[in-house]
C-alpha cells in the first residue's frame, strides 16, 4: 500500500464504510460494484476490499479487535498473536508471568496457584517498568498488549505505511505513541524495557499482496541480529522475537531462551535479557486449551538417552519442547522413554494424564508394520484400513507420495507413523487418544 492510498483510507467516510461493510452482499464483484456506486475510486473500493478480508483474516490472530485496525498483509503476516502478545508484555512489565501454567515437573495434577508464578527476576513485581520502546512495531500487535498492560509505549517503524497504520490501531491507548523512525536511531538508554521483533522477511514497502521471502542470515535482519543483542544486552529489560529455527549456536549466554508454541504451532523463539531473563537456561512455553512450561532444569541428571521399549502408546512431544531440546524432560513426569536416541517421539505403556500431558499428542499403537509400500498396503487392506493421516521421524519419506503409492480403497482412518525402533524403520498403526 502506497502513503496515498493509505491517506484516502484514513478518511473518516471511507472508515465508516469500512466498518459497515458486511451490510454488503459477501460476493466480491457485487461489493466493489456497490461501493462503485455509492462514489468510492476504483483504489479506494480496492482498498476498502482487501482491508475487509484482512480484517476477517486477523481475527484468528487479534480476536474481536481485528474488526477495528487496519493492516498490510506483511503486517498482519508478521504480528505477534494477541496471546502471545499478552505473554510477551507480562515477562517484560514485571506481573507474575505465565499465571495459570503449568510446568512439566509438576504433573502431580494439582492445580498451581498466582503465588507460585510470581517470578519475575528478583521475586518482585511491585517495580514494573512504566516505559518500553518497540523497536520495529509493525502493525503494532506487541505494542497493543504493552499499553493494554498499563506502560507508557514508545513504537517505531522504519516503514512509513507501517508506521501510520500501528498508529491507527493503537489509537485508542493514550499510552501508546508511535514515530516512523529507524529502531537504531533512538536513544534507548531512557526506556525501562525494550522489545525488538526485527523483520526476518524481505520488504515489499507495506503492499497487500505478501510478496516477501525469508532472510535466512541474521545480519540481514532489520535491525540486524548483532545490533538487536548488542543494544538487548545493555538494557535493564529487553525482550527479542525471532523465528524458531534459529541455530542455538547463536543465543548469547546472557539470554534466556524460550521458544513458544501456541494452538499446535511453534510461533517463536524469544530471548529475554536482564530484568526480563526469569531463569536462564532454555525452556517451551506450550500455550493453547492448556498451558504447559518445561524448563531445562527439567531434564533428568542421568547422561542416559532413555530410550526404551515401544509401549502402548506412541507420544508425539510438541514442536517448542522438540526446538528447545527438552524432549527428555517429558520422560519422568508422563512414565516415557524413547524409541530412539536421535527421534523425538516418546513411548509410554500408560496413557498420558496431568500437566504434563499438554506438552504431547498421544497416538495409542495397534500395531507394529513392514514399512516395505506393498507389505504395508497389504497390511492395510487387510485391516480395513483406507484412509490414513501419515507422520514421520527419522524416515526419509515424502507423506503425500506414500498415500498416493498406498492406493487404499475406502475404509476405516488410521494415523501411521513412520519411524526408526533402534536400526529398524517401521511403520506405527496407530490411533489417536
Ligand atoms: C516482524 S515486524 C514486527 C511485528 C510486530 N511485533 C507485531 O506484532 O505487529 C518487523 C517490523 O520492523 C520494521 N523494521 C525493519 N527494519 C527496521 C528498523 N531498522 N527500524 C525500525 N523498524 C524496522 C519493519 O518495517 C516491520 O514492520
Redesign the pocket.
Given at each position: 500500500m502506497d502513503p496515498q492510498t493509505l491517506t484516502e483510507l484514513l478518511d473518516v467516510t471511507v472508515l465508516d464504510r469500512l466498518d459497515r461493510i458486511e451490510d454488503l452482499p459477501a460476493d466480491e464483484l457485487a461489493r466493489s460494484s456497490a461501493l462503485r456506486k455509492e462514489g468510492f475510486s476504483a483504489e479506494v473500493t480496492a482498498g476498502l476490499l482487501t482491508q475487509a478480508q484482512l480484517r476477517k483474516e486477523a481475527v484468528k490472530k487479534l480476536g474481536p479487535f481485528a474488526e477495528d485496525m487496519l493492516f498490510t498483509r506483511d503486517?498482519l503476516a508478521?504480528?505477534?498473536r494477541l496471546p502471545v502478545?499478552a505473554h510477551h508484555a507480562r515477562r517484560l512489565l514485571g506481573e507474575g508471568a505465565d499465571t495459570g501454567r503449568d510446568t512439566a515437573a509438576d504433573n502431580t495434577g494439582t492445580d498451581s496457584t498466582d503465588a507460585d508464578h510470581a517470578d519475575s527476576a528478583d521475586g518482585d513485581t511491585a517495580d514494573a517498568p512504566a516505559t518500553i520502546a518497540?523497536?520495529?512495531?509493525?502493525?503494532?500487535?506487541?505494542s497493543f498488549a504493552f499499553a493494554g498492560m498499563g506502560a507508557r509505549v514508545a513504537a517505531?517503524?522504519?516503514?512509513e505505511v507501517?508506521a501510520a497504520i500501528a498508529s491507527f490501531n493503537l489509537r485508542h491507548l493514550a499510552n501508546a505513541e508511535v514515530e516512523h523512525?529507524?529502531?537504531?536511531d533512538v536513544d534507548t538508554s531512557e526506556f525501562d524495557a525494550l522489545w525488538f521483533?526485527?523483520?526476518?522477511r524481505t520488504?515489499d514497502k507495506g503492499s497487500t499482496h505478501g510478496a516477501t521471502a525469508r532472510i535466512y542470515d541474521p545480519e540481514d535482519f532489520?535491525?540486524s541480529l548483532s545490533w538487536v543483542v548488542d543494544t538487548a544486552i545493555a538494557a535493564k529489560s529487553a525482550g527479542v522475537?525471532l523465528g524458531p529455527g534459529l541455530d542455538h549456536s547463536l543465543i548469547p549466554d546472557e539470554a534466556e531462551a524460550q521458544w513458544v508454541s501456541h494452538a499446535g504451532e511453534v510461533v517463536e523463539l524469544c530471548l529475554y535479557f536482564g530484568n526480563a531473563r526469569q531463569r536462564p537456561g532454555r525452556s517451551a512455553l506450550v500455550m493453547g486449551e492448556r498451558t504447559l512450561l518445561v524448563h531445562e532444569d527439567d531434564l533428568p541428571d542421568d547422561d542416559e538417552d532413555g530410550v526404551g521399549e515401544l509401549g502402548r502408546y506412541l507420544l508425539e512431544p510438541d514442536g517448542a519442547i522438540v526446538r528447545a531440546g527438552l524432549v527428555t524432560a517429558l520422560c519422568g513426569p508422563l512414565q516415557a522413554r524413547r524409541v530412539h536416541p536421535k527421534i523425538a517421539y516418546l513411548t509410554s505403556d500408560v496413557e498420558p494424564t496431568g500437566p504434563a500431558s499438554a506438552g504431547v499428542s498421544a497416538y495409542e499403537v495397534t500395531d507394529v508394520l513392514s514399512a516395505k509400500i506393498p507389505n504395508l498396503r497389504k497390511a492395510l487392506i487387510s485391516r480395513g484400513i483406507g484412509s490414513v493421516v501419515i507422520k514421520k521421524r527419522g524416515a526419509d519419506i515424502v507423506p503425500d507420495q506414500v498415500r498416493r503409492q498406498l492406493k487404499l480403497p475406502s475404509g476405516d482412518k488410521a494415523t501411521l507413523v513412520f519411524t526408526r525402533l533402534g536400526e529398524r524403520h517401521v511403520v506405527l498403526l496407530t490411533q489417536p487418544c
Open positions: 503486517g508478521q504480528a505477534t502478545a518497540d523497536l520495529g512495531c509493525g502493525i503494532g500487535a506487541d517505531v517503524d522504519a516503514d507501517t523512525a529507524r529502531a537504531e521483533d526485527p523483520a526476518r520488504t532489520s535491525p522475537k
